[in-house]
Structure formats: C-alpha cells, structure tokens
C-alpha cells in the first residue's frame, strides 16, 4: 500500500533511535505508586479508575471533560452532572462498552500485553443479570481489566489483522504507551490530564480511532462532532509542559470496526490544532471559575439570533405551492 503522502516519513527514526528514546523516556517517566499526584509529570501503571477519579492533590479535569464543558456547544452543567467531584451525582453502572481503538492498538503491541489489559467474558455468563456473572465483571475490573465480549474479539483481530502490514500507520502508533501526562495549569491551578495512545519519540503525535466512516468526509464530520482536534492539542500542550518537546505534526488514525476494516490516516491542520488549543484554555478557565464559585451554568448564550440558513431559505423561495407573502 502506497505511505500517505501527507506524512513525513522521512521524519521517523531508525528503530535503534526509536528504542533509545523510549528508554530515556522511561528514566523519566513516574512510576505511580498510589495517592495524590503532586507533581507534573509522565505518569505509569494509573489505573483507568485512578485516572478518572479525584487523583490529584486538587480539581482535575481530563480532555473528555474539557470538551463536554468548552464553547460554542458544550455545557457544564452537563459536565458536573457526571462528575466525580459532584457528591450527588448518580452512580455509574458498569457497561460492556469500551475503546475498540484502544484495544486494536495493544494487540498491535503484542498478544502478551493484550491478555494483560483485556479478558474475555465466559460464555456461561450471556448477561449480567446473575450474582455470579455480576461477581465475575467486578472482580475483572477491579483487578484493572476491561472485559470484552465474545462478538468484540473477532472485531479487533480484524482491525489488527487489517492495518498490521501497513508500515506508516504502525510506525505513527510507536511511542511509550499507556502514560499518564498530568500537569497543572499554572493560570488557574487546575491539574490537568490527558492520556494518548501513545507518548511519540519524535515531534509527531498520533491516535487511533474507530468509525462508521473512515472516508475523508467521514472523518472530518468524526473530528467536529467529537472535538478530537482538542484532545489533540491538549496532548500536545502536555508533553511541551512536561517533556519540553513541541509537537510538530498532529494525526488521527481511523478505522471501521466492521469488515472489510477500512482505515484512513488522516493528518490534522495546524490551525485545527490551534483552535482546540484555544478551545481548551476558555474550558479550563470555565472549569477553574465554576468550582470556585459553585455554579455550573447550562449551554452557552451567544446572543446571536438563530436565523435560517442560506439553503433552507432557497428551498423555501423555490418551492412553487409557498406563497411569496404569508
């Protein structure tokens, strides 16, 4: 398969250097060890629960969170609603659903690391309605692992097996993997973190992505609607905080998780970049002044009148049975 012609690949280093970095990343990385995190840095073995939980010795708020709160659509009422630092939010029942690019990309890895993170679910439990199929799933994620259902296994070793002898997209994914990047945010004292597929060795920072749509529309409408230009940028804000290292070219891998497993890498703008990182400064300051002041308000008010746009009203113009006056 022809490399895309948009990525450098000249840019990627031989494997030697590659491995060199990681272990130089790795001197500096932190192993966590429990507690609160007080200190910025590259963090290792945070559990998933840890990470989205109250882990740092003050609020913190994750790339997820910062685009449920950012404008122009976000809303942080909606954010607090769920959040673990609301006492009365509701509780959150376990679901079978889960990050299929995630789990395509520790396959990628090697089948050890896979059975490390992941655990099928048995077949004498079609459902969680039993005690012991409910003491099976609990027991699973408390030990740190997501339990995938039988149907889910063939998605991923086809996903896998799809983009495996695809050099560019392997190579986009070579990094430390499974890194905590928290830092806090020195203009309003909020921890901040966010969690890549992978810690890059280079200036090039990549994520994997499952979509119904891996054509170039179907990912552009994918990065609008889920705002994935700002974890992006948020990762890249990270690791120049942490690491010191600019993050020079910003790539979303898509796949279809059904047959035949389409993909599609797509390099993001600049300017993409640049807006998300805006986006998340006005979410992290909305952050900072909603927990100090207690009040988390519902969408935000533009001001600005909803008119029609230019095609609803040619449609209407054109059509011969409306009258030109009411």
Not at 169 to 191: A, C, H, M, N, P
Request: aromatic share 10%.
């Amino acid at each position: 398969m022809n490399r895309n012609p948009d990525i450098d690949t000249d840019a990627f280093q031989s494997i030697g250097s590659i491995v060199g970095k990681m272990v130089d990343g790795m001197k500096r990385d932190i192993a966590y060890q429990g507690g609160k995190i007080t200190r910025n840095g590259v963090y290792r073995n945070v559990p998933m629960s840890v990470y989205h939980s109250d882990c740092c010795d003050g609020p913190s708020i994750s790339s997820s969170g910062l685009r449920e709160i950012a404008p122009p659509d976000g809303c942080p009422l909606k954010f607090w609603d769920n959040s673990y630092l609301n006492p009365d939010r509701a509780p959150e029942e376990p679901k079978d659903h889960f990050n299929l690019g995630k789990a395509v990309h520790t396959l990628l890895l090697g089948e050890d690391g896979f059975r490390d993170e992941f655990v099928i679910r048995p077949e004498e439990f079609p459902d969680y309605k039993t005690k012991a199929a409910r003491e099976w799933r609990d027991a699973q994620i408390a030990a740190g692992k997501t339990v995938l259902l039988p149907s889910a296994l063939e998605q991923i070793e086809g996903m896998a097996d799809r983009v495996a002898r695809d050099q560019t997209f392997i190579d986009l994914l070579r990094g430390d993997v499974e890194r905590s990047v928290i830092y806090k945010d020195q203009k309003t004292g909020v921890w901040v973190k966010t969690r890549p597929d992978s810690i890059p060795t280079d200036n090039v920072i990549a994520d994997l992505k499952t979509t119904s749509d891996a054509s170039d529309r179907g990912c552009a409408l994918s990065v609008r609607k889920f705002n994935y230009h700002m974890q992006l940028a948020l990762a890249g804000t990270a690791i120049r905080e942490v690491r010191g290292v600019d993050i020079r070219d910003h790539v979303l891998l898509f796949i279809e998780p059904k047959r035949p497993y389409a993909y599609n890498i797509k390099p993001i703008d600049a300017q993409y970049i640049e807006l998300g990182a805006r986006q998340n400064r006005a979410a992290l300051n909305a952050f900072a002044e909603c927990w100090n002041s207690g009040f988390w308000p519902t969408y935000w008010y533009s001001g600005v009148t909803i008119s029609p746009t230019d095609q609803f009203e040619k449609m209407i113009e054109n059509e011969p049975s409306i009258p030109k006056a009411a």
